[in-house]
């Protein structure tokens, strides 16, 4: 099994930024490297939402009230994806959780980290 340690979250005061890092533990580059990688996220009392999700070939997207705020990236030699949150607002706050996916059968889930926004 493939285990995706999450890191970087924590209590930030609205306006401020934070780095999310997710790394692959077990796969191997070559593995890393054929998964589309995607942010998520749960806020107390709602369902889990897409945040953003990053193609094998770059192409990138975003839930709407985070464009221009956050960007998703992947490190295919560190075998890991990242997701900067500037500009957090309070509504940001939710345990954020990593995917990779290949296909209907083939994913993976980090455990979730806490991101809080608040003063």
């Known amino acids: 099994q493939e285990q995706l340690v999450e890191s970087g979250g924590g209590l930030v005061p609205p306006g401020g930024s934070l780095r999310l890092s997710c790394r692959a533990q077990?796969?191997?580059?070559?593995?890393?490297?054929?998964?589309?990688l995607g942010w998520y996220r749960q806020a107390p009392g709602k369902q889990r939402e897409m945040v953003a999700t990053l193609t094998t070939t770059g192409t990138t997207a975003y839930e709407d009230s985070v464009k221009g705020r956050f960007t998703i990236s992947r490190d295919n030699s560190r075998k890991t994806m990242y997701l900067q949150m500037n500009n957090l607002k309070s509504e940001d706050t939710a345990v954020y959780y990593c995917?990779?996916?290949?296909?209907?059968?083939?994913?993976?889930w980090g455990q979730g980290i806490q991101v809080t926004v608040s003063s």
């Open positions: 995917n990779l996916v290949r296909d209907v059968s083939t994913e993976y």
């Open positions: 077990r796969m191997i580059f070559s593995t890393f490297i054929s998964y589309s």
